[in-house]
């Protein structure tokens, strides 16, 4: 939350955006001595205004957060520093974009509000993954990393050839897609919401592992500008700015936001004699919000992204020194996208509507060179390729005053074209004797893959007694989706087609259904119970040669849960537990072609049981503590590897822990002082079906140390403070050796922020 202050005669207002009260209004007259009234109401776009009437001045206030919540500690005639609990008028609201309280949905739910985002330097999905049980987030290693693979609940994207992934991201409504797309930067947040288990019949895109819900602060309808720029080890900087102001009061504002960030590469090339492995990246936010009434509002969005790092490195895991690298040729990973998003919504007695148009172009180019000692320069891999994607979301409501009978309808069009300018291994004269190739020369995949995606969706929640909630919902999908393909061997003298251009098309269709019940055991303990199904569809890979492989199944998840949400000592103490099992058929499997590259999927049967236990606290005023723990036991049930026959029954899926958990322990003093400890671990976890290429559990520990005043602060930072040293990407070339990714090694800086 950030909320604003003003003074309009005798009276104190206080402005709180992305916040909702539970009532349409509050008023108290006269509640303490030197207050003559106290009132709350609503505003539209989800803003929470609230006047503090002093009898003769303006009242001093302090401003707290809490669990899920907004403390205002009101004092007349002391200044905001001074006021203390006893003397404080405490008002609460609460801080979500409807007013269910994330404490009473019957969902396996993480929140990882502003303050949080701020205090951990939360500013990518690697970092609100380390702070969400069973939820994995993997670059390729620490350098110019050119695809990402993640997991929630057993189910990841390693087979990263299918066009639809298992997992919904959002940024403001806008769903993104492909791992190699999610390397983007994060800036001026106003929350994050990770829901685990299917999430089809509430949202647009279908997405059975899950949902990343990632919500920019709105503009504020008085000037804020927020600034703040970090240094650190290997020449890292980081500037951030923001500013929001109103044009027209009450009715038309805008914000603006923007960072860059770059850093040297912590890779050593003995071979070129210089670091290798850099980071950049300038990207920026532009949101208009216009409110033309109390029923409506017309927000538009625009991102901009554009990355420039260096070659992803590669180097053995044994080695003696990872990040000491033999490359012949440095290459770079090159990623731009920009967003476009017009949302219209309303909000009156007898329903909600919510419109959300959206377009997004993201193009990634890759230069990678291989990672040898000594230099080889066999082959180096060349990537050029682009997605755009529209969407069109209709959703119809019911208001958010309606109690014992909730429902939602929703429409959703997705258009998706996904062009692969160059998919290719350039080789050298060296690289075509070891791999037995004619010659030297490029052997080079150029596609087109198409889908059209249309959905209803929906969902009901009845009463039928105070205590009990019955929600059903129900989604239908269809898909058309189409591969254009040909495959060439091009040398220096001559174009020699190895596989011929394909043309194929087909459509794919599901039904599919969510059933649930929660029950409020008291007003503070809530259980539940879900059966859902998650949904893949059928799909072409674009880099399969022969018609036999080039078609991969539908991926069907059902997903059983029960969980118990609890809050204890009026609110400072919550504690939630989910149990689910997640039964996959049909789970689309990567495969490697007898080169030892990826070029295939195939199909099989996974079986993912575990858990998610979650416990914040504040057992002293500016004490936080929260612990995290997920645990997930993630095996494939069928499966054999149709080119190989081996059997790999009953072996961990790759890409997913079996262990994930993170506690933080954080204390903000009054007197300004600041620090916080956070503790993030990972269970084992193996990164190729046979289970061969493996890390070992392994923990990091971050510190941050700082002095605040009320509009500025600066501090110290330390991540992965002992320099721990793990793997987050591995295969065997040449076996039995392993090759493997790298994570980040030891980083530490200094930040200094101001807000006015």
Not at 57 to 80: E, F, H, K
Not at 136 to 156: E, H, Q
Not at 454 to 465: E, K, M, S, T
Not at 566 to 587: C, E, K, M, P
Request: proline residues 5%; glycine residues 8%.
């Amino acid at each position: 939350m950030a909320p604003t202050t003003s003074t309009l005669g005798n009276a104190l207002i206080v402005e709180i955006p992305n916040a909702v009260l539970t009532s349409d209004r509050f008023e108290r007259a006269e509640p303490a001595e030197g207050i003559a009234l106290i009132t709350a109401e609503n505003l539209p776009d989800n803003r929470v205004r609230i006047a503090i009437t002093g009898n003769d001045v303006p009242p001093a206030v302090a401003v707290r957060s809490g669990l899920q919540s907004l403390v205002l500690g009101i004092t007349p005639g002391i200044a905001a520093a001074e006021v203390t609990d006893e003397e404080a008028i405490n008002i609460v609201v609460t801080a979500q974009k409807t007013p269910e309280d994330s404490q009473d949905v019957p969902i396996s739910l993480t929140v990882i509000p502003q303050q949080t985002l701020e205090d951990a330097q939360i500013n990518d999905l690697t970092g609100i993954s380390r702070n969400t049980p069973n939820f994995s987030f993997f670059p390729t290693n620490a350098g110019g990393s050119d695809f990402s693979y993640y997991s929630i609940r057993g189910l990841n994207n390693f087979n990263f050839l299918v066009s639809q992934d298992s997992v919904g991201y959002y940024i403001d409504d806008v769903p993104f897609d492909f791992g190699a797309f999610l390397d983007v930067g994060l800036v001026d947040l106003e929350r994050v919401e990770v829901l685990r288990g299917p999430q089809s019949t509430l949202y647009g895109r279908s997405s059975p592992a899950g949902v990343v819900n990632i919500i920019s602060r709105a503009p504020t309808n008085v000037p804020e500008f927020r600034v703040a720029g970090s240094y650190g080890n290997y020449n890292f900087r980081d500037v951030q700015l923001s500013y929001s102001d109103a044009l027209i009061p009450d009715q038309l504002a805008f914000r603006l936001a923007g960072a860059y960030r770059a850093r040297d590469g912590v890779f050593q090339n003995q071979t070129l004699d210089r670091s290798v492995g850099q980071q950049e990246q300038l990207l920026g936010r532009a949101q208009l919000l216009w409110t033309p009434s109390e029923e409506w509002s017309v927000s538009f969005n625009t991102y901009v992204s554009d990355a420039n790092n260096g070659d992803p490195v590669f180097t053995r895991q044994d080695a003696d020194n990872p990040f000491e690298t033999f490359k012949a040729v440095d290459g770079f990973v090159r990623l731009d996208s920009n967003t476009q998003a017009l949302r219209i919504g309303y909000s009156g007695a007898g329903f909600r509507a919510t419109s959300i148009t959206a377009r997004r172009f993201s193009r990634q180019e890759v230069l990678a060179g291989d990672s040898f000692s000594p230099p080889l320069d066999l082959a180096r891999s060349n990537i050029d390729f682009s997605s755009t994607v529209w969407s069109q979301e209709v959703r119809l409501q019911s208001p958010e005053d309606a109690d014992r009978f909730r429902w939602l309808l929703g429409g959703y069009y997705e258009s998706r074209g996904f062009d692969v300018g160059n998919d290719a291994f350039d080789y050298t004269a060296l690289g075509a004797g070891f791999f037995g190739l004619p010659a030297a020369g490029q052997d080079r995949v150029i596609a087109d893959l198409s889908r059209t995606t249309y959905a209803v969706f929906g969902q009901v929640d009845y009463r039928p007694i105070e205590p009990l909630n019955l929600f059903a919902g129900l989604r239908f999908e269809t898909s058309n989706f189409s591969l254009d393909r040909q495959r060439v061997f091009q040398t220096a003298d001559s174009v020699t087609v190895t596989n011929p251009r394909v043309q194929e098309q087909d459509s794919s269709s599901q039904v599919i259904p969510r059933l649930g019940l929660q029950y409020d055991i008291s007003p503070t303990i809530m259980a539940y119970a879900t059966i859902a199904q998650g949904y893949r569809p059928e799909g072409f890979n674009y880099r399969a040669d022969t018609a036999d492989i080039r078609r991969y199944q539908e991926e069907i998840t059902w997903t059983y849960e029960t969980g118990i949400k609890s809050a204890w000592l009026d609110n400072r103490l919550t504690a939630n537990l989910s149990i689910f099992h997640n039964n996959v058929q049909g789970y689309q499997v990567l495969l490697t072609d007898n080169l030892g590259f990826f070029r295939n999927v195939a199909s099989a049967d996974v079986s993912a049981t575990g858990l998610e236990f979650e416990v914040a606290a504040q057992p002293l005023e500016g004490l936080e503590l929260v612990l995290g723990l997920g645990y997930v036991n993630s095996r494939f049930t069928r499966y054999q590897n149709p080119l190989t026959g081996v059997d790999f029954n009953d072996n961990r899926v790759p890409f997913v822990p079996n262990i994930t958990y993170n506690a933080a322990v954080q204390y903000r003093a009054p007197i300004g002082v600041f620090a916080r400890l956070e503790l993030q671990g990972y269970g084992t976890t193996f990164f190729d079906d046979a289970n061969q290429v493996k890390q070992d559990p392994f923990a990091l520990v971050n510190l941050r140390l700082g002095y605040e005043w009320q509009d500025y602060g600066v501090y110290v930072f330390a991540n992965n403070l002992f320099d721990t040293r793990y793997i987050t990407s591995g295969f065997q070339f040449p076996p039995p050796n392993v090759t493997a990714g790298f994570g980040e090694p030891v980083t530490y800086g200094v930040q200094v922020r101001a807000e006015f």
